[in-house]
């Protein structure tokens, strides 16, 4: 990549709606660098992205606003949040229903959920303890005291399992789970999932179509951040810069959210956005096209050398 002389438009309309989060021009001025990296360094470390730009301080500028520079990263996600409550298809819905892995499947979290009148569905770790005709056991042991004669067939995307469902208790949930244990084939001796949800008049087909949206929400972010947007390449060692890195991945996902819901071509980018990939892609010809103007003021209205030029871009 050709050394960036300006931030993308992506990253420009981004610094006014987070300006009040930082302290001065400096600060605000690391976090558009930083959110330009997440999208087109080849490296999305502090040293690669620093090293994008032809105007930059040493990086430890850099590192240092993300692991001691006081700023709040509260502060930056809950603009995060409020800018995307602006646009009808990113805001929140009071209709829209909680769906998990295990790791959240606790009286922690589902009580609240409930208390709030939210739906969710999720899975269920093997070792969960549940309440199961009247006595304590794992949920793993529950699934194989089911009779093979009382699990039904069921098709949903073109794939058959079989099934049992029944309302039962968890230990300190407040409220009562509709399980559904799945097995490949009837006569499994071992499940091979365990779902549960607050809402105990869905059918099974409704509890796996709900579920389904987990591989197209949490997963496909958890997939694009680590594959586009650097989720997995930080090397900061303090929690505070670690953690400021996820919220910055988070803002840099949320930022390209409306240029792929209208899959339409934007001003920064020629072909059509509908993933991730597609928009990072933009805003690397963006940020190329804008280097290239750059070059051509030099020469043209600076009479600029190429050696100065290619000094001054890195290109050796």
Not at 158 to 175: A, E
Not at 181 to 190: P, T
Not at 215 to 234: V, Y
Request: net charge positive.
């Amino acid at each position: 990549m050709p050394a960036i002389v300006r931030f993308p438009e992506v990253v420009e309309q981004a610094l006014d709606p987070f300006t009040p989060v930082f302290r001065n021009k400096r600060q605000l001025r690391h976090f558009g660098e930083y959110l330009t990296g997440l999208y087109i360094a080849q490296r999305k470390t502090v040293n690669g992205i620093n090293a994008e730009f032809v105007d930059v301080t040493d990086q430890s500028c850099l590192n240092r606003w993300l692991t001691e520079a006081t700023w709040d990263t509260a502060a930056l996600n809950e603009a995060r949040l409020a800018e995307l409550q602006k646009r009808h298809d990113t805001r929140y819905s009071k209709f829209g229903t909680f769906v998990f892995d295990s790791y959240f499947t606790n009286a922690e979290i589902l009580n609240p959920l409930h208390a709030r009148k939210r739906d969710y569905a999720g899975d269920l770790k093997f070792n969960r303890k549940v309440v199961w005709n009247g006595r304590e056991m794992p949920a793993d042991e529950m699934a194989a005291s089911v009779p093979f004669e009382s699990r039904k067939p069921v098709e949903h995307d073109g794939k058959k399992q079989w099934y049992f469902s029944r309302s039962i208790r968890i230990p300190r949930l407040d409220h009562k789970v509709k399980v559904v244990i799945l097995w490949k084939d009837q006569r499994e001796a071992v499940a091979s999932r365990i779902l549960i949800t607050n809402q105990l008049n869905w059918e099974v087909k409704r509890v796996l179509g709900v579920y389904r949206c987990r591989w197209s929400g949490t997963e496909t972010f958890h997939r694009d951040g680590k594959q586009h947007l650097g989720l997995g390449d930080c090397q900061l060692r303090s929690g505070e810069g670690q953690t400021r890195h996820t919220y910055l991945v988070f803002l840099a996902h949320s930022l390209l959210l409306p240029q792929m819901r209208g899959k339409r071509a934007h001003g920064w980018s020629t072909a059509l956005v509908s993933t991730v990939g597609d928009a990072c892609r933009g805003v690397l010809r963006d940020t190329v096209a804008r280097t290239i103007r750059w070059v051509v003021n030099k020469v043209q209205e600076h009479l600029w050398a190429s050696e100065k030029i290619c000094a001054t871009l890195a290109l050796g």
